[in-house]
């Protein structure tokens, strides 16, 4: 029976083998989300970079969308930051564009999980498209927790437990800790998500920085039950 694992910081990567495994990259504040969102809208295809070097290099190169964030702000000389409304926007049609995005921990986390046998964005905005990918390949799952710097994030690791449910009793979602506890947590809070995750740190910052109504956005569920980010090659 395939497996759901979680691995709350990609600092702990090391501890894993990706080999043969599906990594659900999940940033869910707000990078995973967005990306989510912009394909949603009819980005074509996203490259997610590591730097802000390399997002201005690609924009350049492919001649694509730009969108860039670091602590939570737009990082200047981009097109857009990490707000999912960037791609909403009526007066800035994305409908057919590339993009390229560089965040501070969520694109990051996906360029170190590349050993996987499949890569794929996770968000709570497309959970279903996640369960299914993963029910049709029937191979272990590892969800890799952006998280923030290096530190656990609490919305990581819920939708992580938002997952596993989904995906029991086809997988096994209770021979990892590290699952049994994000199935704690998502049980804890799913009745009341919103309020659940407004005691979380990244949501503070959030909310500090003006950015709450992203918050309430990222966390509708299966608003883009359809969309699933992948990596092929070079790209989602
Ligand atoms: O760290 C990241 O990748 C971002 O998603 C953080 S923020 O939501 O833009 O603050």
């Not at 919305?155 to 449910?165: H, N």
Request: proline share 4%; hydrophobic share 45%.
């Amino acid at each position: 029976m395939p497996k759901v694992d979680i691995c709350f910081s990609p600092e702990l990567l090391p501890l894993y083998d990706l080999r043969g495994k599906i990594a659900v990259i999940v940033d869910i504040l707000r990078a995973s989300s967005t990306i989510v969102t912009a394909m949603g809208e009819g980005v074509t295809h996203v490259f997610p970079v590591a730097s802000l070097d390399e997002c201005t290099a690609y924009g350049q190169q492919h001649g694509c969308l730009t969108a860039a964030e670091r602590d939570g702000v737009p990082a200047p000389g981009f097109d857009l930051g990490n707000s999912p409304f960037g791609f909403l926007d009526a007066a800035r049609p994305v409908r057919g564009r590339a993009l390229t995005i560089s965040t501070t921990n969520g694109t990051a986390a996906l360029r170190r999980s590349l050993a996987a046998e499949a890569v794929v964005v996770g968000a709570f905005l497309n959970l279903e498209a996640v369960a299914a990918f993963a029910r049709a390949q029937q191979r272990d799952v590892l969800v890799v927790c952006a998280g923030w710097k290096g530190q656990f994030c609490l919305e990581d690791t819920v939708f992580g437990g938002a997952l596993a449910e989904r995906l029991a009793p086809e997988f096994d979602v209770r021979s990892s800790d590290a699952t049994l506890a994000a199935l704690h947590l998502w049980q804890q809070g799913k009745s009341d998500l919103s309020a659940y995750l407004l005691q979380s740190a990244h949501v503070r910052r959030l909310n500090s920085l003006e950015a709450s109504k992203d918050f309430e956005f990222c966390l509708r569920m299966d608003a883009y039950a359809e969309v699933l980010p992948m990596w092929r090659e070079d790209r989602l």
